[in-house]
C-alpha cells in the first residue's frame, strides 16, 4: 500500500500569502495519478488537480500543482478567503488500494 | 449535468445492513469507474472500493473486503454499496465518486449512524 503523508498538518496563513502544501508518498508511482482535493466543512471534497499538474475543470489559475516520484506539491499563488478549507492528496495509480494523504487544515491566521 | 446522486441518510441497529445508491446521470454510466469512499467526522477520506460498471468487476480495500459488496445495476445507472454487520465504528458519511481524470464526481455523501 502506499502512504502518502502530507504536511503540514496545519498551516495558518493571511489572505493575499502564498500557500505550499506537501505530499510524500511511501514509494515512487507515476505522477500522471496524484490528485488534490479541497473540502469543506459538511461539503463533498473537490477535484482540483489531476495528473499531479492538470487543473479540474472551473479550478481557479492560482491553483497549480507539480512533483514527481515521491514528492509532491499544492501552491496557491495569492489565497482567496474562500481558500480556507481541508486539503488531500490521493494516488490512484494501478497500485491497489488507492489511498489519500491525511489531509492538511489551511486556515485563516 | 454530470451528477451523481446518493439515497438519503440512514439510523441502524449494530449487527444490520445497509445499502446505498447512488444514481449517475449526465453521462455515459458504463464508461467510467466508480469509487466508494468513507469519512468519519472529522476525520480524512478512506477508500473502501470500486467498480466497473460495465462489466460488474469490483476491487476492495482489505479492510472492508467480505463485509462490503459492491453492485449496479446498468438499466436505472446506478451504482449500490453494501456493508453487513455494522458496528459504531461504521457510523460516517459514505460517498460515492465517478472516476475519469481523477476523481471528478462526488455524490452529496450519505450519512449512516448505528445506534442502539
Known amino acids: 500500500e502506499i502512504v502518502l503523508t502530507q504536511s503540514p498538518g496545519t498551516l495558518s496563513l493571511s489572505p493575499g500569502e502564498r500557500a505550499t502544501l506537501s505530499c510524500r508518498a511511501s514509494?515512487?508511482?507515476?505522477?500522471?495519478?496524484l490528485a488534490w482535493y479541497q473540502q469543506k466543512p459538511g461539503q463533498a471534497p473537490r477535484l482540483l488537480i489531476y495528473a499531479a499538474s492538470s487543473r479540474a475543470t472551473g479550478i481557479p489559475d492560482r491553483f497549480s500543482g507539480s512533483g514527481a516520484g515521491t514528492d509532491f506539491t499544492l501552491t496557491i499563488s495569492r489565497l482567496e478567503p474562500e481558500d480556507f478549507a481541508v486539503y488531500y492528496c490521493q494516488q490512484y495509480s494501478g497500485s491497489l488500494p488507492y489511498t489519500f494523504g491525511q489531509g492538511t487544515k489551511l486556515e485563516i491566521k | 449535468q454530470v451528477q451523481l446522486v446518493q439515497s438519503g441518510a440512514e439510523v441502524k441497529n449494530p449487527g444490520a445492513s445497509v445499502k446505498v445508491s447512488c444514481k449517475a446521470s449526465?453521462?455515459?454510466?458504463?464508461?467510467?469507474?466508480i469509487h466508494w469512499v468513507r469519512q468519519a467526522p472529522g476525520q480524512g477520506l478512506e477508500w473502501m472500493g470500486r467498480?466497473?460498471?460495465?462489466?460488474?468487476?469490483?476491487d476492495y480495500a482489505q479492510k472492508f473486503q467480505g463485509r462490503v459488496t459492491l453492485t449496479r445495476d446498468t438499466s436505472i445507472s446506478t451504482a449500490y454499496m453494501e456493508v453487513r454487520s455494522l458496528r459504531s465504528d461504521d457510523s460516517v458519511i459514505y460517498y460515492c465518486?465517478?472516476?475519469?481524470?481523477?476523481?471528478?464526481?462526488w455524490g452529496k455523501g450519505t450519512t449512516v449512524t448505528v445506534s442502539s
Open positions: 449526465g453521462y455515459r454510466f458504463i464508461g467510467q469507474y
Open positions: 467498480i466497473n460498471p460495465n462489466t460488474g468487476d469490483t
Open positions: 514509494q515512487s508511482f507515476s505522477s500522471s495519478y
Open positions: 465518486v465517478r472516476e475519469a481524470l481523477g476523481m471528478d464526481v
